[in-house]
């Protein structure tokens, strides 16, 4: 598992995990977990810089397909992932 935070004047604001399974027939798959982003710092860019670190990080992996899940009705999640 691979931690992943945004900090802005000494605070977190953003945070995320990426999971990548070890097993043969699955480590190809990645799995972004918990990603929240706090509500001063959304629009801010701090979601970005996560989702590209984490994509660096799952290349590295050999990751060929990013998944996730975010709740339904949860619109600023929607449209950010969409983008």
Same mark, same amino acid.
């Given at each position: 598992?691979?931690?992943?935070?945004? %900090?802005?004047? @000494?605070?977190l604001?953003?945070? =995320? +995990?990426?999971?990548?399974?070890?097993?043969?027939?699955?480590? #190809?798959?990645?799995?972004?977990?918990?990603?929240?982003?706090?509500? %001063?710092?959304? @629009?801010?860019?701090?979601?970005? =810089? +996560?989702?590209?670190?984490?994509?660096?990080?799952?290349?590295? #992996?050999?990751?060929?397909?990013?998944?996730?899940?975010?709740?339904?009705?949860?619109?600023?999640?929607?449209r950010?992932? =969409?983008?």
């Open positions: 598992m691979n931690w992943f935070g945004v %900090e802005r004047g @000494g605070a604001v953003a945070c =995320a +995990l990426l999971r990548v399974p070890t097993g043969l027939k699955l480590r #190809h798959n990645g799995w972004v977990h918990a990603m929240y982003v706090t509500p %001063e710092a959304r @629009g801010s860019g701090a979601g970005e =810089a +996560l989702i590209s670190a984490i994509e660096a990080k799952a290349r590295e #992996h050999g990751v060929q397909v990013l998944k996730l899940l975010a709740r339904r009705g949860n619109a600023a999640a929607e950010f992932y =969409a983008r």
